[in-house]
C-alpha cells in the first residue's frame, strides 16, 4: 500500500491554504490576533490591558507594552505553581526550558493547549504538507519518522502534573498515540536525559527500522548517523536506510553542515527543509527545496511584529507588521502567541527576503553578534564565511564560538575563534587567512574595519579539542535536545570558559 499517496491529498489542502493566505497577510494576521486577544480577555494579562475593548491592532499596539523574559518571569513563576488564567486561559502545565537570560537562569516559556494543537503540531504539519508539495513522488510514510528529543531534566521542584523540559521532550510527551506508529524512537528512549546511556540505545533502536525522514538539529544528528554508520559498517547512511529522503532541520544552521551530510549520504535521494520551530512557537518553514528561505505561517495562532533594530529596547517601538515590512530589511521578531506570549521579543532577527510571500532568513540572536570595534558582525555573517572557507578549504567544522579580544599596549583588537574540526585544514593559519577574506567579502563594515590592519588584526583560530563544547553544555546542564552554543558573543564569558576546558 502507498500509503503516502493515499494521505497526501489532506496535506495539499493545508500547502493550498498557505498560498491563499500568503497574498493576503493583513486580513489573517488581524484575524489571528482578534482571535488571541478575545480568548484571552479574562485573564490576568488581559484585565490588566483591557483586551476587552480592543478591536484593533493599533489598539493593541498602543496599549500592550513589548516585553522579554525578565518582565514575564514572575508570572511565569506563578503559572508554574499552579495559578490559573495567568496569561491563558485555564492552568497551563508544560513548559520548554531554553537557555537563560542575563540573570543566568534558564527561561521557562509556557506550552498551552492550544499552543500543542494550532501552534506546534499544526507547524509539523505544514511542515509535511510543503515537502509533499514539493516532492510528489515521495514515500515518506512508508517507513519511519526518527525525531531526535531532548528531556525534562530540570532544576525545579515541581507540582505533580507539570511538566518543565526540552521543547522536544513536550511534544513527543504529548503526541498524539497514532504518530508513535510511525516514529522512533520509543517513548522511554526518547526522553531519556543521560546522553552517554541514551545515544547508544538511540543508536540501537535506529539500525533496526526502515527510516524514512528524519527531523532535529543538525549537529546532533550528526554525532547519531556517524554512530549508526560506525555499528553498522557503513559508508552512507543510505546503506543502513536505503529509503531515507528528507531531514527537516532547525535550531542552527545548515550551512556549516552540508557539505558533512552531503559526505554520508546520498545526495541523490537526499532532500533538506529547513523549519523555524523555537521554544516560544512554530513559526516558518522552507516552502521552496531551491531558496534557501522560509516562508512565515500565518494562521497557526501567532501574531507577529518586526521591531527596527535601533527599537528593541522600546516598550512601544514603532513596529511593522506582517503587511508593512520593508523587502531587505532586518528586525528584531516579536510574537503574540496562543502559548500565551504577548508582545514578547524573542531574541532572534530575522532578514525579510520577500514579502508576498512573506519569506525570512534568520539573521541571527539579537544578542548573538559582536560589535566591539564597529564591525557589527552577524551569526549570519560568519555562518556563510565558515561554509564558503571550509568549501574552499575542504575542511569541516563541528562547533566554534567567537568573541572579540581588546586591544592592548602593543597590539589592536581582534576576533578570537574557538572551532572544533570534524575535518581540520591543512594549515590553520591558512584557514585563518581565508575566514578573514570571506568575513570581509560577507560584511562591509567588518571589510572596514580590517583595511590595512589599521583597527582591527587578523582573526585568531584556536583549534578545539573533540568535544569540547559538548563538555560545556554538559556542565552547564545544556546538553543534548535543542540546546545550541552562542555563535557569536560581545563579550568574553562564553569563549573564556571554553578556553579553560580546552586547555585542561
Not at 503526541?175 to 540505545?201: C, E, F, G, Y
Not at 532577527?349 to 508576498?356: A, D, F, G, L, P
Request: with cysteine.
Amino acid at each position: 500500500m502507498h500509503l503516502t499517496r493515499i494521505l497526501r491529498p489532506i496535506f495539499m489542502r493545508r500547502a493550498d491554504a498557505w498560498r491563499r493566505n500568503s497574498v493576503v497577510p493583513e486580513r489573517v494576521q488581524t484575524a489571528e490576533l482578534m482571535k488571541l486577544v478575545r480568548k484571552a480577555r479574562s485573564t490576568y494579562i488581559g484585565e490588566t490591558y483591557g483586551f476587552e475593548s480592543i478591536t484593533s491592532y493599533n489598539d493593541f499596539a498602543a496599549r500592550v507594552p513589548v516585553s522579554d523574559y525578565t518582565s514575564l518571569r514572575p508570572l511565569v513563576e506563578r503559572m508554574i505553581a499552579g495559578e490559573r488564567d495567568i496569561l491563558w486561559p485555564g492552568a497551563v502545565r508544560n513548559f520548554a526550558q531554553s537557555s537563560g537570560t542575563s540573570d543566568g537562569k534558564s527561561k521557562y516559556i509556557p506550552i498551552t493547549p492550544d499552543g500543542f494543537k494550532r501552534n506546534h503540531y499544526q507547524g509539523g504539519f505544514d511542515v509535511v504538507a510543503h515537502y509533499l508539495a514539493s516532492n510528489p513522488d515521495s514515500r515518506i510514510f512508508s517507513g519511519k519518522a526518527f525525531i531526535l528529543g531532548g528531556s525534562f531534566a530540570n532544576e525545579l521542584s515541581l507540582k505533580p502534573g507539570i511538566k518543565v523540559g526540552d521543547l522536544s521532550a513536550n511534544l513527543i510527551n504529548n503526541i498524539n498515540p497514532l504518530a508513535n506508529m510511525v516514529r522512533i524512537p520509543s517513548k522511554d528512549i526518547a526522553l531519556m536525559a543521560d546522553w552517554t546511556q541514551k545515544l547508544p540505545r538511540l543508536v540501537e533502536a535506529a539500525s533496526k527500522c526502515d527510516v524514512t525522514n528524519i527531523s532535529g538539529v543538525p549537529s546532533w544528528f550528526l554525532t547519531v548517523i556517524k554512530e549508526v554508520m560506525k555499528q553498522s559498517g557503513a559508508e552512507s547512511i543510505h546503506q543502513v536506510w536505503p529509503n531515507l529522503e528528507v531531514f527537516f532541520h532547525g535550531g542552527i544552521s545548515f550551512k556549516p553542515y552540508r557539505r558533512q551530510y552531503e559526505h554520508i549520504t546520498d545526495t541523490t535521494k537526499m532532500h533538506y527543509l529547513e523549519t523555524y520551530n523555537a521554544s516560544e512557537g512554530f513559526f516558518a518553514v522552507q516552502t521552496d527545496p531551491l531558496r534557501h528561505m522560509m516562508s512565515m505561517l500565518l494562521d497557526i495562532g501567532v501574531f507577529f511584529e518586526f521591531i527596527p533594530l535601533d527599537q528593541t529596547g522600546e516598550k512601544f517601538p514603532d513596529a511593522a507588521t506582517a503587511w508593512t515590512v520593508e523587502e531587505g530589511k532586518t528586525y528584531a521578531l516579536a510574537i503574540t502567541s496562543c502559548n500565551g506570549l504577548w508582545r514578547y521579543a524573542i531574541g532572534d532577527t530575522v532578514r525579510i527576503e520577500s514579502r508576498y510571500p512573506l519569506n525570512i532568513t534568520i539573521a541571527g540572536r539579537t544578542r548573538s553578534f559582536i560589535n566591539a570595534f564597529g564591525e557589527e558582525l552577524m551569526v549570519y555573517n560568519a555562518e556563510a564565511a565558515i561554509s564558503s572557507t571550509c568549501a574552499k578549504l575542504g575542511c569541516a567544522v563541528s562547533n566554534y564560538t567567537a568573541a572579540p579580544v581588546y586591544a592592548g599596549d602593543r597590539s589592536r583588537g581582534r576576533h578570537q575563534w574557538l572551532i572544533e574540526f570534524a575535518t581540520p585544514p591543512r594549515s590553520t593559519a591558512e584557514f585563518a587567512e581565508a575566514l578573514d577574506k570571506a568575513l570581509q567579502a560577507e560584511n562591509s563594515d567588518y571589510q572596514a574595519k580590517r583595511a590595512g590592519n589599521l583597527f582591527l588584526d587578523p582573526p585568531e583560530i584556536i583549534t578545539g579539542r573533540h568535544g569540547v563544547f559538548d563538555r560545556w553544555l554538559a556542565i552547564t546542564g545544556k546538553l543534548g535536545g535543542q540546546r545550541k552554543i552562542p555563535r557569536l558573543s560581545n563579550d568574553r564569558k562564553t569563549i573564556d570558559t571554553l578556553l579553560s576546558l580546552n586547555n585542561q
